[in-house]
């Protein structure tokens, strides 16, 4: 009998202390969470609950006081730091709040930038950037460099990149925080398709309650814990 596949990320028992001038803060209190290829799941609560405590620790950017992340049933937190970058590089792809584009590279080159990273040649790299961004609405828009584009067409750019290396896992916190009403249901749309098409398993930080209410399930940190939520979601 074949055993199943296990969840792409899987977080078990994780707690997270920052040491402050007024002693320990204790934002993660045994957080326990699996998301799966193909799902996308929300993750909200107000700043400072720990949900960028929580994308870190699962996109090995920090180190959690203690517990566990496993990727693709791997566990990861032991690895020398060379190995986390790797994995980081191969299997993870990041979106975040500002976009982070190097505005001195188009958007094609932005987008290609991973993978030449990565090793991929120029034109190949290119290739796959182009792929993306045409996917994302952008085909007119592969030579603008990021001051020629708007705010929703970066962040679309920075979605693009996060995706060029096909990762198994996509870590976004607030993806739409610094954009209107519109253009954030519009760039929102653009990911979670493009997530879905391609497969990965996202877990997106978000305010938004409209936009967490179209994920496949959402989780609300508070006072350290997890609490799933009814899901309430509305296909695009």
């Excluded at 009998?1 to 002693?23: C, F, I, Q």
């Excluded at 980081?88 to 590279?105: C, D, S, T």
């Excluded at 990273?117 to 034109?123: T, Y």
């Amino acid at each position: 009998m074949n055993s199943p596949t296990p969840p792409v990320l899987s977080v078990h028992d994780l707690t997270r202390t920052y040491e402050t001038a007024a002693g320990g803060l204790t934002v993660l209190r045994g957080v326990n969470l699996d998301v799966r290829a193909g799902e996308i799941v929300g993750l909200i609560g107000p700043s400072g609950s720990g949900k960028s405590s929580l994308l870190h620790a699962a996109g090995l950017l920090e180190h959690p006081t203690s517990g566990e992340v496993r990727i693709d049933g791997e566990a990861v937190g032991g690895l020398p730091e060379r190995a986390r970058t790797h994995i980081r590089l191969a299997r993870i792809g990041f979106v975040y709040q500002f976009h982070h584009l190097l505005p001195e590279f188009d958007a094609r080159d932005n987008v290609a930038l991973p993978l030449r990273i990565a090793g991929h040649r120029l034109g190949a790299a290119r290739e796959r950037a182009e792929e993306l961004l045409e996917a994302l609405g952008l085909a007119d828009r592969l030579t603008h460099q990021p001051s020629q584009l708007s705010g929703g067409e970066r962040q679309r750019v920075a979605v693009a990149r996060a995706l060029a290396n096909r990762p198994r896992l996509l870590l976004a916190d607030e993806p739409t925080g610094n954009l209107d009403p519109t253009t954030s249901q519009t760039v929102f749309e653009a990911l979670h398709d493009l997530a879905k098409k391609s497969g990965v398993a996202a877990l997106i930080a978000t305010h938004n309650m409209e936009l967490a209410g179209h994920m496949d399930r959402v989780f609300a940190l508070k006072d350290g814990h997890l609490e799933e939520r009814p899901a309430e979601s509305h296909a695009y």
